[in-house]
């Protein structure tokens, strides 16, 4: 299990971006490095189930999106400050929801939309909420 903190949620207007952060703690990850970890956003709506928004391989060098977002948010790494980011733009009402940042150890070459239980370590998750 692999420590995970999200950071970046906030209230912003139909429109607006916002920035998510998801910082792994290195002390959680044993043997492993950072860049052993295919890294993953989802969002979740009371009542709902958790849905990806985005994946990232161990490089960064393949990235997969839901088609509600495709075009609009961006998920990026930075392997040597242990974090994944999520660039959200053009941020709709729909978009409001909880989001969380995903861990699952392995070097996928090619990444895709996965479903929640791919991924193994799970962070609290942040609050966004897109006024229209």
């Known amino acids: 299990q692999v420590q995970l903190v999200e950071s970046g949620g906030g209230l912003v207007q139909a429109g607006g971006s916002l920035r998510l952060s998801c910082a792994a703690s290195s002390r959680t990850f044993s043997r492993y490095t950072f860049s052993d970890y295919t890294m993953g956003w989802f969002r979740q709506i009371a009542g709902q189930e958790r849905e990806s928004v985005a994946t990232i391989n161990w490089s960064g060098g393949s990235t997969a999106y839901a088609d509600s977002v495709k075009g609009r948010f961006t998920i990026s790494r930075d392997n040597a400050k242990n974090t994944v980011y999520l660039q959200m733009n053009s941020l709709k009402p729909e978009d409001t929801a909880v989001y969380y940042c995903?861990?699952?150890?392995?070097?996928?070459?090619?990444?895709?939309?996965?479903?929640?239980?791919?991924?193994?370590?799970w962070g609290q998750g942040t609050q966004v909420t897109v006024s229209s």
């Open positions: 995903a861990a699952r150890l392995g070097h996928d070459a090619v990444v895709h939309v996965r479903t929640s239980d791919y991924f193994g370590s």
